[in-house]
Every structure is written in C-alpha cells, then in structure tokens.
C-alpha cells in the first residue's frame, strides 16, 4: 500500500459512550460529578497530609504522590469528555491524540509503580519493624518515587514512539472516549505489528515486574501476620494493608485484561473496562484510603476543626 498517496489523518473523533443526544447530557452530569469529587478527594488527602505532622510517614508519602498522578490520570481525558458530551462534533486532533495517549499512559504507569512502592513500604513496616525507620529513609522514599516516574515514563514513551511510526489514513472514528493505544492501533493504515508487540512486550515488563514487587511484599507480610498469635494484633496489621489491597485489585484486574487482550475496535465491555481503571478508580482512591484509614480520618477531622466559627459571647 503507497503510504504517500494517501491522505493523513489530522483529526480523529471520538465516539465516545453513546450518541443519543438526550443521554449526553445525563453523561455530562454524571462524568462532571465524578470529575469534581475526584479532584476534591484527592486534593483534600493531599492538603490533609501535607499539613498534619503526623503523617509526614513514608506511607503517607506514596499516598500524597499516588494522589496528585489521580489528579494528573484522571485530568488526561474526562475533561476532553466533558466537552465531547456538549459538542456537535466530538473531535480531538491527531497531535492532541498522539499527546493524550502519552500522558495517559505516563500517569498510569508511574500510579502503578507507586503502588509497588506502598506494597514495599508495608512489607518494610510489618515484615521488620525496628528497622524500619533505616529501611524507608527520605533518600529510599524518593529513590522510590523517581523510579516509580522513570518507569512510567518509559512505558509511555515506548507505546507512544510506536504509534507515531503508524499511518493514519482512515476512517478516523475512535470507538472509545480517550485516545488509549489499543483503540488507535486498529485504525492504522499501516502494519501494526511491531506497536503491537511493542504494547504487549511493555506490559509484562513492566506491569509483571511491578506486579511481582506487590505480590511477594504481600506473601511476605501475609506470613508474617499469620504469625501473630493475637487476633487484635492481626487484625490491625491486615487493616493497614486492606486498602492497599483493595487499589491494587482496582488497577491490575482491569488494566491487565485490557492491554494484554488481542488488539480489536473498542467493545462495550471494552469501555467499561477503561471507565473503571481510567476513572472511577482515581475517584474511588481517596474514598478507600479516607474512610478505611484512621489516621486520615483523624487528620481530616482535625483539620476540620481549625475551620470551626467561634461561638458568641
């Protein structure tokens, strides 16, 4: 096929959740509402942490950053729905695509390594206690979290540098809501199987490697909780890791079967997939970590109260 004949792509639009024009409205009622209690959730667990002391802890740390790259993830693409929802014609352009596709694979993959790194910082906590002041210093911490960009990073910049070496000649209608990898790969005019194997090749490194990190700090810690002969004491070392848990089930489970599927036209299922890790997780992040964690809600409570209006005399 002669590449240089054909016309290329300069806008691509997005099909999004449904074209019924009535629907599109409650969709932009409902995606805002998310959008609004995302950024307010995060953001109120970073201003609770940043300005209690007491959580000035390595764990918290994660969570102060896994918070800011929610804001970061979600940001990517709910507010180019949002304006999709309202507008006659839902485009997006093939620069803005190409740069959407890279920042949200760029937030997604460093949320990810975050994740590993809370996982490490748990195992550090539980598995071996008295040291772990010494573990989990400043300088580790932020080993850590640079890593943790550094990878995310190349994970983006991998996926990204393969989808530019593609042809986009038409159609140009993308049957999703954001600009991910797979749904661009089957609009190419060109040979998809290096970005294919690219894509596929990138997310076991790096999502297998992160993966392992979180699954063997969790065998390890499982096994050593199990060796605490008080329920009481068991019980709260399993409630300091179950909302870890519960972000990581949130990432992984979806993630992997998204990305890992054969590369076909975005289904329903499909979708709702991306819905799920893309936006609902980053909302739900802040719910987890602030109505299961104590030390949250004491902080939030407590910064509540500086807000308190004095009582007359």
């Known amino acids: 096929m002669n590449m240089e004949n054909q016309t290329m792509v300069t806008e691509f639009i997005l099909l999004g959740l449904s074209n ?5 409205i409650f969709l932009f009622l409902v ?19 940043s300005s209690d002391p007491q959580l ?15 804001i970061c993830y979600s940001s990517v693409t709910v507010p180019k ?8 014609r839902k485009t997006i352009s093939a620069n803005g695509c190409f740069a959407q596709n890279f920042l949200f694979l760029l937030s997604g993959g460093t949320g990810v390594f975050i994740l590993s790194a809370m996982a490490y910082d748990r195992y550090a906590a539980i598995c071996n206690p008295l040291r772990y002041v010494g573990t989990m210093n400043k300088q580790v911490c932020c080993l850590l979290l640079c890593g943790s960009c550094i990878s995310g990073f190349l994970y983006a910049l991998a996926n990204t540098v393969s989808v530019l070496s593609l042809h986009f000649c038409g159609p140009n209608e993308i049957n999703h809501f954001s600009c991910e990898p797979p749904a661009l790969l089957v609009l190419s005019c060109s040979e998809t199987l290096t970005p294919r194997l690219v894509l596929l090749t990138s997310v076991i490194i790096f999502g297998s490697s992160s993966f392992l990190l979180t699954l063997v700090s969790y065998i390890y810690i499982i096994s050593t909780i199990l060796r605490i002969r008080l329920a009481k004491g068991r019980h709260k070392a399993f409630s300091t890791c179950s909302s870890h848990l519960m972000v990581v089930n949130l990432y992984y489970g979806t993630g992997c079967f998204r990305y890992m599927k054969p590369v076909s036209e975005a289904s329903d299922l499909d979708r709702i997939i991306s819905f799920q890790y893309s936006i609902l997780t980053p909302m739900l992040n802040p719910v987890i970590y602030g109505l299961k964690n104590k030390d949250v809600k004491t902080a939030l409570w407590k910064l509540f109260g500086k807000f308190k209006f004095p009582k007359e005399s």
Do not use: R
């Open 20 to 24: 019924d024009p009535h629907l599109q």
């Open 31 to 49: 995606f805002l509402v998310i959008y609004a209690i995302t950024l307010l959730g995060n953001m109120m667990i970073m201003l609770v942490i």
């Open 56 to 70: 000035h802890t390595p764990m918290y740390f994660f969570l102060f950053h896994l918070s800011f790259v929610d």
């Open 81 to 88: 729905m949002l304006q999709n929802f309202l507008a006659e």
